[in-house]
Nanobody, 114 residues
Framework: QVRLVESGGGLVQPGGSLKLTCRAS???????MAWYRQAPGKQREWVAAISRGGSPNYADSVKGRFIISRDKTKDTVWLQMNSLKPEDTAVYYC?????????WGQGTQVTVSS
């Protein structure tokens, strides 16, 4: 079973940036991968996805601010988050894109506040 470990979260002021990292314990090169987030009291939502070939796709709420990328030789996916807003505050997770079927990691907390 693939294990996913997210890191890179923290406290940042509005307008700031963070880069999240997702590392998998096994080869995920054949998976389309995605970042999801869950804010307090809300359902988990999809944020960004990247195909096996590296084509990105974004939720409207983050389009133009977030950039998803992956290392094609390693088991790593990143999420560069720019121009952060308080409404981006959430726990961020990675998983395969589509109905998530990999085991969820612990996530990484992102808090955007002045």
């Amino acid at each position: 079973q693939v294990r996913l470990v997210e890191s890179g979260g923290g406290l940042v002021q509005p307008g700031g940036s963070l880069k999240l990292t997702c590392r998998a314990s096994e080869n995920i090169l054949n998976e389309a991968m995605a970042w999801y987030r869950q804010a307090p009291g809300k359902q988990r939502e999809w944020v960004a996805a990247i195909s096996r070939g590296g084509s990105p796709n974004y939720a409207d709420s983050v389009k133009g601010r977030f950039i998803i990328s992956r290392d094609k030789t390693k088991d790593t996916v990143w999420l560069q988050m720019n121009s952060l807003k308080p409404e981006d505050t959430a726990v961020y997770y990675c998983n395969n894109f589509g109905p998530p079927r990999l085991s969820w990691g612990q996530g990484t907390q992102v808090t955007v506040s002045s």
